[in-house]
């Protein structure tokens, strides 16, 4: 699961943050953690990642979230991992008490879990630590307290998630949530690790304990012997002026001294501590998944479309293939989507031809979506799916120009074309839009031609959106690839994908729609006096 990898990127994106609110994972501050993954980050943009993740973000804590995130931005290479979520998805599915009791086990952390991030990433003010450490380890607590009471599941992942979070009870470090910790020349330690004769200075998890009181109690026992009586009012008086300075040494060492020297000394090297724990940090990978694996039940229930758990192969050519194909991002907020039919199986390249506006750029997004949600072990938005992994997944779309690059637009373009291709292997997936843009009609045709030739040659999956119906019909009259184009009825795009080559821009309906076609140019200039 990689989780030392995962906590530092989680811990970076809470550091930037200087107040924690309610909802305090944010996924754009998260992204800018992040390290490249087999999806580059362009690509990331342009199929709309951030709104993948809403669309299926039905986490309840905040180490869900970002697990989900984090899965999302580096989908899985594994098939034994892919398939054991979906083995374990299908067991959630399968049993409700289960599901309710994972579900209330995950509800009570995230009540606390603000008080969990504070404490770790020292977000309170180090003359009042002792709140802040009670909270996060009530937090920890009811990560492991309810773990008797679970239901045992069967499902390997699900075994192995709890299985962590219950070794983490058996180490030292988990001494430290309940202690008593002490400070010693080897550091914090818990009465188990510290000798009998080992010296030693306990922490007293509070303002008023320990040497605070101690200097203020001849003047408590002087006041309450005159009080009593035992010794005579006026000497008792005198006697409780004379050690009254006791009492207010230990008063302000208890308000202001004790709370530093706790800190620096003992809360601090707790802290530190369990973020040094290999198993303190398993632990919390293993509840970030399980709130991820929830999170895939409840996307799974909450769609009004089918959902499916695809088939995913690891062969050594990428394939495609679905029924029924949904967007799940539109889905979330538009119930009608027109689903797709496709099969992406060995054909090399898919061109995708029509007008603008037709729907050709949700159809690459809705395929490369969905493969992502397919890799994390994810349900897909489908009526039926069997997909191979990607080995890597990228989207190149028309840029603004680059000033760093000196071949301006098409330079900037074409070296992002090399970088994909050089990187491609059988099993990768590209989504092109347009290419050799910016250059005359004839070096367009003739470098494209030697481009998509280039990876034919390579063998991948590659889905090509283009107006060139001529590149289109060059490839056609060879017998290589697939051809989509938009449907159109009654002059309008239906949004269905139906095979074709589109050899019409329907430049001027769009034109004519947004009012700047040639009639809406020249009454402008009537209008104006300009003729």
């Known amino acids: 699961m990689n989780s030392d990898q995962f906590i530092i990127e989680l811990n970076q994106h809470y550091n930037l943050i200087n107040e924690l609110e309610d909802e305090y994972f944010d996924s754009t501050k998260m992204f800018n953690c ?6 580059d980050k362009r690509t990331l943009n342009l199929i709309e990642i951030q709104e993948l993740f809403k669309a299926v973000n039905f986490t309840e804590t905040g180490l869900g979230s970002a697990r989900l995130f984090h ?4 989908p899985h290479a594994s098939l034994e991992l892919i398939h054991a979520k979906q083995e374990a998805l299908k067991e959630l599915e399968s049993n409700d008490r289960l599901y309710n009791c994972i579900s209330e ?15 770790f990433n020292f977000h309170y003010q180090p ?10 380890m009530e937090s920890i607590d009811s990560l492991l307290s309810p773990l008797d009471d679970m239901v045992t599941p069967k499902s390997d992942y699900l075994v192995s998630l709890l299985s ?6 058996t180490t030292t470090t988990s001494g430290l949530i309940k202690g008593p910790a002490f400070r010693t020349f080897q550091g914090i330690q818990t009465r188990k690790e510290k000798g009998f004769f080992t010296p030693s200075l306990r922490l007293r998890r509070g303002r008023l304990s320990g040497g605070t009181i101690v200097p203020g109690l001849p003047s408590i026992g002087f006041t309450i012997a005159g009080l009593t009586g035992m010794i005579n009012p006026t000497l008792a008086e005198s006697m409780v002026l004379l050690t009254g300075g006791g009492l207010l040494i230990g008063f302000l060492y208890g308000i202001l001294l004790k709370p530093l020297f706790d800190n620096e000394t003992a809360i601090l090297s707790i802290r530190q501590r369990f973020l040094d724990s290999d198993s303190f940090i398993s632990t919390m990978e293993a509840v970030a998944c399980l709130d991820e694996l929830m999170s895939f039940y409840r996307y799974n229930k909450n769609n009004s479309q089918p959902t499916i758990i695809p088939e995913i192969t690891d062969k050594e050519r990428h394939f495609f293939i679905a029924k029924e194909l949904c967007n799940p991002v539109i889905l979330s907020k538009n119930k009608k989507f027109v689903p797709y039919n496709l099969s992406l199986d060995h054909t090399g390249i898919t061109f995708v031809t029509g007008p603008n506006s037709g729907g050709k750029t949700t159809f690459c997004k809705t395929i490369a979506q969905n493969q992502i949600l397919a890799q994390i072990g994810a349900p897909i938005a489908a009526k039926s799916a069997k997909i191979n992994l990607a080995d890597r997944i990228s989207y190149q779309a028309p840029a603004f120009d680059s000033l760093n690059d000196d071949e301006g637009r098409f330079g900037t373009e074409l070296r992002a074309t090399k970088n994909i291709f050089l990187s491609t292997t059988p099993k990768s997936l590209i989504f092109l839009d347009e290419i050799a843009e910016g250059t005359t009609s004839h070096e367009r045709m003739e470098l494209s031609l030697s481009i998509l030739d280039g990876f034919l040659k390579k063998f991948n999956n590659t889905v090509l959106v283009t107006h060139n ?5 060059t490839f056609r009259q060879q017998g290589m690839g697939q051809y989509f184009q938009v ?3 009654d002059n309008n795009p239906s949004h269905r994908m139906v095979e074709g080559i589109s050899r019409t821009s329907h430049a001027m309906r769009i034109a004519k729609k947004i009012g700047f076609a040639p009639e809406d140019i020249d009454q402008h200039l009537r209008d104006e006096g300009y003729i």
């Open 127 to 136: 003359i009042s630590p002792y709140g802040s450490l009670k909270k996060a």
């Open 34 to 39: 992040l390290s490249e993954s087999l999806v």
């Open 164 to 169: 962590i979070i219950k070794n983490f009870r």
């Open 469 to 473: 119906y001529e590149l289109a019909d």
């Open 105 to 119: 086990y995950l509800g009570n952390f995230a009540a606390n879990e603000k008080s969990f991030w504070n404490f």
């Open 71 to 74: 899965s999302l931005h580096n």
């Open 487 to 489: 449907e159109f009825k």
